[in-house]
């Protein structure tokens, strides 16, 4: 089982990047899928969710800003993120797990992490 996630990147304030997340190894059909980050000194911390039927929620700080959706087969997952802030800057990770809930325990399969940097 594996994810992998793609798409940070160094953006400018104002600017935009959509993050990919490609799930394989196993259907991820059913899996609610999720996006955290990661800041230096912080810990990490719930932003996007979504389930197998599209229903999504979001953090306070990105609401209005940041989009989670899935891709047809289910197993991708993608997080568009227009008017970054520098405050968005940090390590994104993605993740799968059976609940919708937004604590990092309830997640059973991370990816990597990609940085995300904007400037200001």
């Known amino acids: 089982v594996q994810l992998q996630a793609s798409g940070g990147g160094l953006v400018q304030a104002g600017g935009s990047v959509t993050l990919s997340c490609a799930a394989s190894?196993?259907?991820?059909?059913?899996?609610?899928m999720g996006w955290f980050r990661q800041a230096p000194d912080e810990e990490r911390e719930f932003v996007a969710i979504?389930?197998?039927?599209?229903?999504?929620s979001y953090t306070d700080s990105v609401k209005g800003r940041f989009t989670i959706s899935r891709g047809n087969a289910k197993n991708t997952v993608y997080l568009q993120m227009n008017s970054l802030k520098p405050e968005d800057t940090a390590v994104y990770y993605c993740?799968?797990?059976?609940?919708?809930?937004?604590?990092?325990?309830?997640?059973?399969?991370w990816g990597q992490g990609t940085q995300v940097t904007v400037s200001s």
């Open positions: 190894g196993r259907t991820f059909s059913n899996y609610v």
């Open positions: 993740a799968a797990g059976l609940n919708f809930r937004f604590r990092r325990d309830d997640y059973d399969y």
């Open positions: 979504i389930n197998w039927s599209g229903t999504r």
